[in-house]
T-cell receptor, first 113, second 109 residues
């Protein structure tokens, strides 16, 4: 079974702090994604990566950066957390061929106070 | 704006059929998907349909695709309380995915 794990289920940070969200997948997938999920807005893509050291902006990249130094790990960085970044963050991975099915981690609920 | 649209809420009684509808905009999508998210969990793929198919059935689930109208639906027969969740419609888009806002299905006993 594909497993996508995220470093924390719940996180509380203060405004202005630097925040790291880590995601690891164990199926050698080329593609990895970070989404945020907000009520009524569904999933919005922040960044994705189709290879090591490669990254592409999604729909809402402002205020975020990412890092992919190893194939299995994709990190989301909030350089200076703000209250409007309070959200559920979901990581996903997929192959670059076939049905493109995305496998999701359990999510990290981040609260910025 | 949203590329994939679906209603936000649906409530049914246990044993009834549920139909969740979705419209999408990218006619070049190869696959269309339905994901299920249970409380406190990530999304899990429920089923998908290849774009050259009209229908796909998998036990209690039936997916209908109308390419002309860009309309996708998910029918759950004999809905159970365990089916209560948020259901997301998604289309593949250049090796990425576009998701709808999710339909929260509530099943009343």
């Amino acid at each position: 079974d594909v497993k996508v794990t995220q470093s924390s289920r719940y996180l509380v940070k203060r405004t202005g702090e630097k925040v790291f969200l880590e995601c690891v997948q164990d199926m050698d997938h080329e593609n990895m994604f970070w989404y945020r999920q907000d009520p009524g807005l569904g999933l919005r893509l922040i960044y994705f990566s189709y290879d090591v050291k490669m990254k592409e902006k999604g729909d809402i990249p402002e205020g975020y950066s990412v890092s992919r130094e190893k194939k299995e790990r994709f990190s989301l960085i909030l350089e200076s957390a703000s209250t409007n970044q309070t959200s559920m963050y979901l990581c996903a991975s997929s192959l670059s061929t076939g049905t493109y099915e995305q496998y999701f981690g359990p999510g990290t609920r981040l609260t910025v106070t | 704006g949203e590329d994939v649209e679906q209603s936000l809420f649906l409530s049914v009684r246990e044993g009834d059929s549920s139909v969740i509808n979705c419209t999408y905009t990218d006619s070049s999508s190869t696959y269309l998907y339905w994901y299920k998210q249970e409380p406190g969990a990530g999304l899990q793929l429920l089923t998908y349909i290849f774009s050259n198919m009209d229908m796909k059935q998998d036990q209690r689930l039936t997916v209908l695709l109308n390419k002309k109208d860009k309309h996708l639906s998910l029918r759950i027969a004999d809905t159970q309380t365990g089916d209560s969740a948020i259901y997301f419609c998604a289309e593949d888009h250049n090796n990425d995915m576009r998701f709808g806002a999710g339909t929260r299905l509530t099943v009343k006993p």
